[in-house]
Structures are given as C-alpha cells and as structure tokens.
C-alpha cells in the first residue's frame, strides 16, 4: 500500500486491474485502517478517474453474493449519497410509487453514511426484514413488485471497510460504486449522482453495458431530481438538460425538501408523504423522480403520462400498500 499511496500522491493513476486487486486486498483485510483511511482520502482530494472506478467495481461485483432476479424485468433507483443537501428519502419513496404503478423494483440500499437516515435504515424503521435470500425476494417482486437489497448482505466483503467510512463520515468513492453494484444485475437503472464529473464516469462505463439507464444530477448538487433548478439526465445515448417548469413541476427551495435529523425524523416525513399528506414540495420532487423511472421503464410513454402514473400510485394509496405489503 505504501508504494501505491506515493504513486497517487505524486498524480499518477492506477489501472483498472491495479484499481481491481488493490481494493480486493483492502476487502480481505491485508492493509491496516489508517493505510485505508489514506487511500479513501486520495480520491477526496482528486477526481477518480474511469479506469480507477472501473476496477473498483469489478472487484464488488467479483466478490458480491450475486442473486438472479432476471425473471422480473426490474428497475433500481438509487443515487450516490454524499451531496451532503440531507433530503428526505426521495429515491426510497419514488420506489415505493413506481412498484405501487406496477413496475418491478429491485431496491439496492444501504445505511446512511453521509446522511442522518439511508433507505435501509428508513426500511428498518419501518419493520422490513433484510434478507439475501433469493426465494424470498423473488416472492416480494412477485407479490408487491419490489424487495429492497440491503449491502451489507450482498457485499460481505465490505465488512473490513464500514467502520472506516463510518468514521470519516465524508462521502468517499464507495458512494460512487453503489449504484453500479447492485447484485440482481437489474436491466434498468435510475442513477442520482453527485456532480457532473461523476455523472460523466457514468456514463462512459455504462456505455460499455446492456443496461438500460439514465443517469441524474441536478446541477447545484443533487443526487437527484430536486426541482431547486435545472437539472440533466444523461440515458443510452442521449443527454438533456432540463428545467422544472419546462416539465410542469414547480421550482422548490432547499428547506422544502429537509429530511430530519434523525431516523424518527425521516420516518414521520416518510410516513406523512406516502399517506397522501406530504406538502406540495415534498409530492412533487417523489411524482417527478418515479415518474422518470416509469418512463425508463415504458419509454412509449410521454413524461405527462408518467408523472399522472406516478400521482395514482402515491395518492391512490397503491404506494403505501406495497410498503404494507413487503413489511407483513
């Protein structure tokens, strides 16, 4: 590990199979916490380059407990964390409204780092078991069209590596991997992002896939639609930049989308909203998320369509009925 902390001090850069191995060997814990916590704080101090995050998560995926869910034709929204804006759990809940519409979601998550409350820790809240077990999982898809995979569980080897993160409490480049790992290979991905450099190492290595996908930032930093101002999605071979009242929804203010600052906290705006009691703000940033997923899901379908899609599943209650469902 010494000799390649000099290297990425002095702006050299590893290759992707250097990339690969190294994070391999930190997984099997040959290197000790502070080598580790120097080489997550590298890649705080420079951007990660493509062949860098490639290799990383070819490592995940090597070492992932992978479950076939290929039988679904399922979606995964979720965003890379670490935008420090502390929203309330928006891709979770617009998950929630794209099964309630009928779409399959294979939800990958993890505890909040970066963020007072993670999907996983919002779904413990709520009494949803985590399991890796693939019948099981099979079954929610089949009976309440979304099962949520927590990481942990998937990515055992990410063990040694939790404490670490924990302490340093900053977004790190495993924010960048965890939507690129998920363990179900989902043919559709929705992915927020936390800045336009990373957002652009997106797409270059998703190009390289068969994923159907779309990639989210919202340029003064959401890593996902926050309909605070203009926002670009970037999809198989296209990229558009977008405003909120260029798609019908109103333009918000930070504060709108504040999600507490503890676990209860996000629980009751959690609660509130999938209840049909979520503010103006609160609806509209969870209608315009799903409703993008919805359309990567049936791109037929014009943007109107899908947010009107959306609307049904969160007011008509379908929403809430799958939260039910996967909790009993």
């Not at 929610?140 to 590596?161: E, G, R, T, W, Y």
């Amino acid at each position: 590990m010494k000799d390649i902390l000099r290297r990425l001090t002095t702006y050299q850069h590893l290759s992707r199979e250097e990339a690969k191995e190294t994070l391999k060997k930190i997984t099997r814990g040959e290197y000790n916490q502070s080598e580790v916590a120097a080489f997550l704080t590298v890649f705080m101090m420079r951007m990660i380059t493509v062949n860098e995050l490639a290799g990383f998560r070819d490592a995940l995926l090597e070492l992932c407990l992978v479950t076939d869910l290929s039988d679904f034709e399922t979606i995964d929204l979720c965003g890379t964390g670490g935008d420090g804006k502390n929203t309330f759990n928006i891709s979770t809940l617009s998950s929630l409204v794209v099964a309630g519409a009928g779409g399959k979601v294979a939800k990958h998550g993890n505890y909040g780092v970066s963020s007072s409350c993670g999907s996983s820790n919002v779904m413990e809240y709520f009494g949803y078991k985590f399991t890796n077990d693939r019948d099981i999982l099979r079954s929610q898809l089949d009976k309440a069209n979304i099962c949520f995979m927590h990481a942990p569980l998937f990515h055992p080897a990410m063990k040694s590596v939790g404490p670490i993160r924990r302490e340093l409490g900053v977004k790190t480049f495993f924010n960048m991997l965890g939507p690129m790992v998920n363990p179900s290979f989902p043919k559709n991905q929705i992915i927020g992002v936390f800045s336009l450099e990373t957002a652009r190492l997106y797409n270059y290595i998703y190009q390289q896939t068969d994923r159907n996908y779309s990639i989210i930032y919202s340029l003064d930093g959401y890593d996902e639609i926050s309909l605070t101002g203009d926002f670009k999605i970037i999809s198989n071979g296209e990229e558009q930049l977008f405003n909120p009242t260029q798609i019908g929804m109103p333009t918000l203010s930070p504060a709108e989308l504040f999600g507490g600052d503890t676990v209860e906290q996000a629980a009751r705006i959690f609660s509130s909203i999938l209840g049909g009691n979520g503010t103006e703000a609160q609806n509209a940033a969870v209608i315009v998320n799903s409703g993008m997923a919805l359309r990567r899901l049936s791109p037929e379908k014009s943007m109107e369509e899908c947010f009107e899609i959306a609307k049904s599943s969160l007011f008509g209650g379908k929403a809430l009925e799958t939260l039910k469902k996967i909790v009993a």
